[in-house]
Nanobody
């Protein structure tokens, strides 16, 4: 599975962004998807995840109520809608896929290349 993340950019605090992660192949429905982020000098952390069937979603406490993860099976794409962005959200955001489940640790089988989100105050 190849993953291609996009949608990052420079925004101001309070703004919104939508990250996209396109996938190759015909097995999108088989994979649980996750978004992670890594800020300078910090470890990669789980942000949000969605089950293969789309019925279950998971979020780190810091983004609950502000971020929404979704997936479009027709486009083989997973999205991360980010609202009310804060400077603390500044990081490189990575999408990931794994057939085992929504893992809240960076142990996914497949990773995208990352997209940079910078939130200015």
């Amino acid at each position: 599975v190849q993953l291609q993340a996009s949608g990052g950019g420079l925004v101001q605090a309070g703004d919104s962004l939508i990250l996209s992660c396109g996938t190759s192949g015909q097995t999108f429905r088989s994979y649980h998807m996750g978004w992670f982020r890594q800020a300078p000098g910090r470890e990669r952390e789980f942000v949000a995840g969605i089950s293969a069937n789309g019925y279950s979603t998971y979020y780190v406490e810091a983004v609950k109520g502000r971020f929404t993860i979704s997936r479009d099976y027709a486009r083989n794409t997973v999205y991360l809608h980010m609202n009310s962005l804060e400077p603390e959200d500044t990081a490189i955001y990575y999408c990931a896929a794994d057939p085992r489940g929504v893992l809240q640790v960076p142990d996914y089988k497949f990773w995208g290349q990352g997209t940079l989100v910078t939130v200015s105050s």
